[in-house]
């Protein structure tokens, strides 16, 4: 494969979707409610776990949503039409996420969804969405899979549901991106792959794999847990023994951190590094002082580099959210923005009013959205032909006095 070299970005974009005007104070009736003055009332649903491990990146998701909602609203982005969002939990469970996405198609209102964050749940919910038409965009999936189907690594890809669209960037890139920064960059070149064998964690750990051994890296040892488990002494002492230059880990911030602390405690005083489910101040929070050194890929570039992402996050702030944005804030505002530009590409055609029949109106809207463009929170936004974002940044960071601080940002092309 041919690598293009891994850039620090500088260049910021050009402002795009929050360039319209702040929004006005935290209210409850804002970003949606009903259609006064004879508007037509359009519903945004969104999936994230809302409640239990990971929800701080599900809070994250939804307020990030909510804002794009608000923003459309106050700035009658498409006139004639009041939007409304409306968030239910997931609680990180595939099934879950299924009747979540069955009670949407159950509202004619809900001609688009955001989300979920967890790739396997994004597996259930999409031929519920694609046998009702509708289209979803997730801010959040990596898994190569849900677009381009079960033998993409092979190079026969096939998009398997038209319905479905996501604003990050995908594992085929996020795993060979952090394996070439580790072998290249920072000169590791054996390690000891773990993962929590979901959908997400070990297409990830499979990706970074492949990638470290094309690149010259050994595997010394490989293992899975349960990411129920928060006793992971075991493995811990099996990473200690492989004198492993450092460790991979393909799962998310509950299970990793403790993983994380314990390998060290262990006597293995080397990095754990991990995907865009460890890139959150919670892993500092579990993992404590053993966190540092240690490493997270994600998608896109830092916020702050981005003109609109700090619009963006002088917003997010003003609205008081007890939560941060974390690590897909700015995918989840593209992702209802797009959402909500497939939905104004609709009315434009129709003379500005949205065909009143549901089925209609969602196969419209999904059809639009294949030709959305945007500048977006997070650099440019569109989708290819499967579906996936045409942004292919990424970021690594490592925790450096107990933050999360980028070290290398760009594009990974292999």
């Given at each position: 494969?041919?690598?293009?070299?891994?850039?620090?970005?500088?260049?910021?974009?050009?402002?795009?979707?929050?360039?319209?005007?702040?929004?006005?104070?935290?209210?409850?009736?804002?970003?949606?409610?009903?259609?006064?003055?004879?508007?037509?009332?359009v519903v945004i649903g969104l999936d994230a776990p809302l409640t239990g491990d990971l929800s701080a990146l599900g809070q994250g998701i939804k307020n990030s949503a909510e804002l794009a909602v608000k923003t459309a609203n106050k700035n009658n982005e498409v006139d004639g039409v009041t939007f409304k969002l409306q968030a239910l939990d997931d609680a990180a469970q595939a099934a879950t996420g299924q009747q979540n996405a069955t009670k949407f198609i159950a509202d004619d209102k809900v001609l688009g969804a955001v989300g979920p964050l967890n790739s396997d749940v994004g597996q259930s919910m999409q031929k519920v969405f694609a046998d009702a038409g509708m289209v979803q965009v997730s801010p959040a999936n990596t898994?190569?899979?849900?677009?381009?189907?079960?033998?993409?690594?092979?190079?026969?890809?096939?998009?398997?549901?038209?319905?479905?669209?996501?604003?990050?960037?995908?594992?085929?890139?996020?795993?060979?991106?952090?394996?070439?920064?580790?072998?290249?960059?920072?000169?590791?070149?054996?390690?000891?792959?773990?993962?929590?064998?979901?959908?997400?964690?070990?297409?990830?750990?499979?990706?970074?794999?492949?990638?470290?051994?094309?690149?010259?890296?050994?595997?010394?040892?490989?293992?899975?847990?349960?990411?129920?488990?928060?006793?992971?002494?075991?493995?811990?002492?099996?990473?200690?023994?492989?004198?492993?230059?450092?460790?991979?880990?393909?799962?998310?911030?509950?299970?990793?951190?403790?993983?994380?602390?314990?390998?060290?405690?262990?006597?293995?005083?080397?990095?754990?590094?991990?995907?865009?489910?460890?890139?959150?101040?919670?892993?500092?929070?579990?993992?404590?002082?053993?966190?540092?050194?240690?490493?997270?890929?994600?998608?896109?570039?830092?916020?702050?580099?981005?003109?609109?992402?700090?619009?963006?996050?002088?917003?997010?702030?003003?609205?008081?959210?007890?939560?941060?944005?974390?690590?897909?804030?700015?995918?989840?505002?593209?992702?209802?923005?797009?959402?909500?530009?497939?939905?104004?590409?609709?009315?434009?055609?129709?003379?500005?009013?949205?065909?009143?029949?549901?089925?209609?109106?969602?196969?419209?809207?999904?059809?639009?959205?294949?030709?959305?463009?945007?500048?977006?929170?997070?650099?440019?936004?569109?989708?290819?032909?499967?579906?996936?974002?045409?942004?292919?940044?990424?970021?690594?960071?490592?925790?450096?006095?107990?933050?999360?601080?980028?070290?290398?940002?760009?594009?990974?092309?292999?």
């Amino acid at each position: 494969m041919r690598h293009r070299s891994l850039l620090v970005i500088t260049t910021a974009v050009t402002a795009g979707a929050l360039t319209l005007s702040a929004c006005g104070s935290r209210d409850d009736s804002a970003g949606g409610g009903g259609g006064g003055g004879g508007k037509q009332t359009v519903v945004i649903g969104l999936d994230a776990p809302l409640t239990g491990d990971l929800s701080a990146l599900g809070q994250g998701i939804k307020n990030s949503a909510e804002l794009a909602v608000k923003t459309a609203n106050k700035n009658n982005e498409v006139d004639g039409v009041t939007f409304k969002l409306q968030a239910l939990d997931d609680a990180a469970q595939a099934a879950t996420g299924q009747q979540n996405a069955t009670k949407f198609i159950a509202d004619d209102k809900v001609l688009g969804a955001v989300g979920p964050l967890n790739s396997d749940v994004g597996q259930s919910m999409q031929k519920v969405f694609a046998d009702a038409g509708m289209v979803q965009v997730s801010p959040a999936n990596t898994n190569p899979e849900l677009t381009q189907g079960k033998d993409w690594q092979s190079g026969k890809k096939a998009r398997l549901y038209d319905t479905y669209f996501r604003t990050s960037t995908t594992d085929a890139i996020q795993g060979p991106y952090a394996a070439k920064y580790m072998y290249e960059e920072e000169g590791l070149k054996s390690v000891f792959v773990i993962d929590d064998k979901k959908t997400y964690g070990a297409g990830l750990a499979g990706t970074f794999s492949t990638e470290f051994k094309k690149l010259g890296g050994k595997v010394v040892g490989s293992d899975h847990i349960n990411p129920e488990d928060r006793d992971f002494s075991s493995v811990a002492s099996k990473v200690a023994k492989s004198k492993a230059d450092f460790v991979y880990y393909g799962g998310e911030y509950p299970a990793g951190a403790p993983l994380a602390s314990q390998i060290k405690n262990a006597g293995a005083k080397i990095p754990t590094v991990g995907g865009d489910a460890l890139f959150s101040g919670e892993y500092i929070k579990l993992a404590k002082k053993n966190a540092e050194g240690d490493f997270a890929s994600s998608v896109g570039a830092p916020l702050d580099t981005l003109d609109t992402a700090k619009e963006f996050m002088k917003n997010y702030k003003a609205e008081g959210y007890e939560n941060t944005w974390e690590a897909y804030g700015g995918y989840a505002y593209d992702s209802a923005w797009a959402i909500i530009q497939a939905v104004k590409a609709v009315a434009e055609k129709n003379d500005g009013k949205l065909p009143t029949d549901a089925k209609d109106a969602r196969k419209q809207v999904t059809e639009a959205m294949q030709s959305v463009k945007f500048s977006g929170v997070t650099g440019e936004v569109g989708f290819d032909e499967y579906g996936d974002t045409t942004n292919k940044q990424l970021s690594l960071y490592q925790v450096t006095d107990g933050a999360h601080k980028p070290v290398n940002s760009g594009e990974y092309e292999g």
